[in-house]
């Protein structure tokens, strides 16, 4: 079985270190581990990230039969983390809506990496919500935010193979933890 692993996010260099293009540095990070595993091809589409999904049908039209992994930042889950997924909604991630709609199914596994900023004593998070979501997203990783998705990024690379070896929900047993 091969894999496809798409990151979405947005093109172009104005956007390559903000927030919403998380899961495209994790994947610029373990850009030669993930050359190195044999089932899983890299798709990163060209699109803007809220019509991620017209790449991806696209890419599918000629790709048939291929297990689709999506990559995405969670401005709800803690900066450093990760959760796997499988078969749900989009939980209001644009990119992830646009992927369903034009795929017309949302049965495919999600890497959600998490962006939600940290209080000051580093425990509880707060993420953004209503106007300030577009704004927190769209913002700069700084150097210690660039350091902690560095260290996810081993994380992330296992968690792919598992997916690949031993199907989503043994990766899902052993990483969303």
């Known amino acids: 079985m091969v894999y496809t692993l ?4 947005n093109p172009g260099s104005h956007y390559a270190q903000t927030r919403h293009n998380a899961a495209r540095i994790v994947c610029e990070l373990l850009r030669d581990q993930l050359s190195s595993l044999e089932n899983v091809e890299l798709f ?9 999904g017209r790449a991806v049908a696209e890419y599918f039209r000629y790709h048939e039969g291929r297990e689709l992994i999506v990559m995405y930042d969670d401005k709800d889950l803690p900066l450093g983390k990760m959760r796997i997924s499988h078969d749900r909604g989009d939980g209001g991630h644009n990119g992830v809506k646009s992927v369903i709609e034009s795929l017309g199914t949302r049965e495919f596994t999600r890497i959600r990496i998490g962006i939600a900023p940290e209080n000051v004593d580093g425990k509880d998070i707060k993420p953004p919500h209503g106007e300030e979501v577009q704004r927190y997203v769209m913002g700069k990783f700084s150097e210690d935010e660039v350091t902690k998705l560095r260290e996810l990024a081993p994380k992330v690379v296992g968690a792919i193979q598992m997916i690949t070896d031993k199907g989503f929900g ?4 052993v990483y969303n933890v």
């Open 44 to 52: 990163v589409p060209t699109t803007y990230m809220n019509e991620s």
């Open 170 to 173: 043994k990766a899902m047993e």
């Open 6 to 9: 798409v990151p979405l996010g």
